[in-house]
């Protein structure tokens, strides 16, 4: 007897699994198909607009892409035109620029040099962020595992209260068939 209500408690929770992953198989059909709907709405709008000539079919868009294309040349040229160019830099040779750095600074009393600027410190810079934890045994152990056993112990002392109390006639038939009623349509919904 308790075989059988084992067997019956795991294929109530086969059963929900079953219902739940149907009822999301089920959600995502339903948004595929809104949006399949709504597609198909769209294009009857714009069959029925080429038809009353409303819109503009392929080939005259491809006349107008070019239109506009030429255009846009037109004006990046002016543009261009129009812009201000620097003037080029002056040209040093390499070897008196060398040939200044070997020599090192020259320091005379007539010329203003600028103090250099005290920066302020900059903010802190933010490290990289911080990889996924690793598995570890401690933390699933101490975290997770004792979670699940009491939870499953859980669900196991309910299945044998509720065989006990049929047992031993603690629940009357009238109970117990609502409580088969609301547990079946509960599955069901």
Do not use: C
């Not at 004006?75 to 040939?99: F, T």
């Amino acid at each position: 007897m308790e075989a059988i209500v084992f067997l019956i408690a795991l294929f109530v929770v086969w059963l929900l699994i079953k219902v739940s992953a149907l009822r999301k198989e089920s959600t995502e059909a339903r948004e595929q198909m809104q949006r399949m709907l709504g597609r198909l709405t769209e294009m009857q709008r714009e069959l029925q607009g080429i038809k009353r000539g409303a819109v503009v079919p392929v080939e005259k868009t491809k006349d107008d892409a070019e239109s506009l294309r030429a255009v846009i040349e037109e004006h990046r040229n002016e543009m261009l035109a129009d812009a201000v160019v620097p003037p080029p830099l002056p040209e040093v040779p390499i070897r008196e620029v060398i040939e200044e750095r070997e020599a090192g600074p020259q320091i005379t009393d007539d010329v203003d040099v600028p103090a250099i600027p005290v920066m302020e410190s900059a903010p802190p810079l933010q490290g990289p962020r911080t990889p996924k934890e690793e598995f570890s045994l401690e933390k699933f152990m101490g975290v997770k595992l004792f979670a699940w056993l009491g939870g499953v112990a859980m669900f196991f002392g309910v299945i044998f209260f509720v065989k006990y109390a049929f047992e031993k006639n603690l629940i009357p038939p009238a109970v117990r068939i609502a409580m088969g009623f609301v547990t079946g349509t509960g599955l069901l919904v």
